[in-house]
């Protein structure tokens, strides 16, 4: 994950570590004609009333609001791909998301938008200049302890936002770098983030005598169960219990800073359900987890404050807690408190990721931070359990013959260096060969690199629409690696490949 930073471990406490206890271009091609709109998923039960509740909305606006999500996320998702580096991001507008913006940094777009039935705006900076831009900050604010603690790519103004109580001393710190100040706005804030710390997801589970957190998602890895929740609830080899205090598992892996997350190995007295708690006494089923839109309808379930809903404001912000800084996280306006930490972040039926940390609580209301949950299945290796099957990567297909093989699962504009983002030698000249297959529906590419003593260079390309690529490559001895690149959609994959 060559976007992160490594930073020292911390103490987990205050910007909130919501733990309850005592003490990783798209080719541009003309936009096609608007795909059949589908019909709008049955709404998980308790939905519609914490969106009535939480959002200010009457059911008919509540139902109406997910119905358009569902009618605009595929447009949505045709439109980035066509546009490609042009593209300046995307959210939903109107109290019931009846409308898509789309920013793009070229007028010429504006007939094709107009035509696919979304409003579209011309910015000058495209989201990957603000992607780079944002980078920069991470490098710098994330070690001076007065900068803002909060960045995040704000698409609807086309600017990295920094929220700082210090605004002025922030300001200084950001001309001192020398990025383009005309891209950032500084936002005065008192916004504190803090973790939150806390197999149904949104139950409690326990880390030692009195530390309590949020079962994330169920999951599996072979043949073993397990969840996954957020890292700074408790360090590899941490012994968990249950709600019920009966011994549950153990950490197996755990990330944090810059990263937030973890998974933990149950035992066999704990079966995982596709299921997260709504705080009403009954559950929401987990169908998948493709990524929402910005501005799309999100609920939050987690041990200390049950179910509350909000939308998705941001993604890739940057949170400077006391112990360390987490990148690429995605804010909410859904409130959560001490103990909700790890807990389920779902869309509908789709799951998001788990719960970081915020600032405020559910009495006056707040911002909530969660980890996406496609880095943690790519990085553990971990199948989402869902209601329908296991998730599990596809059939060999085409790929046969190829004496190494590699799975994984990628969201959209997720890629992943393999083999087990590292990379293999080469030492004789001869052919590479890699072959990666992927379900039906989705644009998945293929890179392979070679390192050139200084940085890596592409030396072959398999980045055609469809889902399965193949590469051969004749080489010299060297070091070599893999990119695996999804441009479009979700789902798991298979990588073989042999060397000379």
Request: hydrophobic letters at 35%; one cysteine or more.
């Amino acid at each position: 994950m060559s976007r992160r930073h490594v930073i020292t471990t911390g103490c987990v406490l205050t910007i909130t570590a919501l733990t309850l206890t005592a003490a990783p271009a798209v080719a541009t091609s003309p936009i096609v004609s608007a795909p059949a709109v589908p019909s709008a998923r049955q709404s998980p039960p308790g939905m519609i009333e914490a969106l009535q509740r939480d959002l200010g909305l009457s059911r008919q606006e509540a139902e109406e609001r997910l119905a358009n999500e569902a009618r605009l996320a595929p447009i949505e998702a045709q439109i980035r791909g066509q546009l490609g580096d042009r593209f300046g991001g995307a959210w939903y507008a109107g109290i019931t998301a009846r409308t898509l913006v789309v920013a793009t940094t070229s007028a010429d777009d504006i007939p094709r938008l107009t035509a696919l039935g979304v409003r579209p705006e011309v910015v000058s900076r495209s989201l990957k200049e603000l992607q780079v831009i944002k980078k920069e900050l991470d490098s710098t604010l994330a070690i001076r302890p007065h900068a803002g603690r909060v960045r995040y790519v704000d698409v609807r103004n086309n600017k990295v936002a920094v929220l700082s109580s210090e605004s002025e001393a922030t300001e200084h710190d950001i001309e001192a770098i020398g990025v383009d100040t005309d891209g950032i706005r500084v936002v005065p804030s008192k916004e504190q983030p803090r973790l939150f710390h806390d197999l149904v997801g949104g139950t409690p589970y326990y880390v030692g005598v009195t530390s309590r957190c949020s079962v994330g998602f169920s999951v599996t890895r072979g043949t073993q169960n397990g969840f996954i929740s957020a890292g700074h609830c408790g360090k590899t080899g941490a012994n968990t219990t249950g709600f019920n205090r009966v011994a549950q598992g153990v950490f197996q892996a755990s990330n944090f800073p810059d990263s937030d997350f973890g998974w933990v190995a149950v035992n066999n007295d704990w079966t995982p359900k596709p299921l997260v708690d709504n705080g009403t006494g009954g559950t929401v089923t987990v169908a998948g987890s493709k990524e929402a839109i910005e501005g799309a309808s999100v609920c939050r379930s987690g041990s200390t404050t049950d179910w509350h809903c909000g939308t998705i404001q941001q993604r890739n912000a940057s949170i400077t807690y006391p112990q360390g800084t987490v990148f690429e996280l995605v804010r909410t306006n859904v409130c959560a408190e001490p103990g909700d930490s790890g807990g389920s972040f779902i869309s509908i039926d789709q799951a998001q990721g788990v719960t970081s940390g915020g600032s405020g609580d559910c009495t006056s209301g707040g911002i909530t931070y969660f980890q996406p949950i496609g880095e943690i299945l790519t990085t553990y290796g971990l199948s989402l359990v869902t209601d329908s099957t296991t998730v599990a990567p596809p059939s060999a297909g085409t790929c046969t013959g190829y004496t190494q093989t590699i799975t994984g699962t990628l969201n959209r504009g997720q890629f992943v260096y393999q083999p087990s983002s590292r990379h293999y030698r080469s030492t004789v000249a001869g052919v590479h060969a890699g072959c990666l297959d992927a379900n039906d529906g989705v644009d998945f590419d293929l890179y392979l690199q070679k390192w050139n003593g200084r940085s890596w260079d592409t030396v072959a390309t398999a980045d055609d629409l469809g889902s399965d690529k193949k590469i051969s490559y004749t080489g010299t001895p060297g070091y070599y690696r893999y990119r695996v690149l999804s441009s479009s959609g979700s789902s798991p994959y298979s990588l073989g490949y042999k060397s000379p």
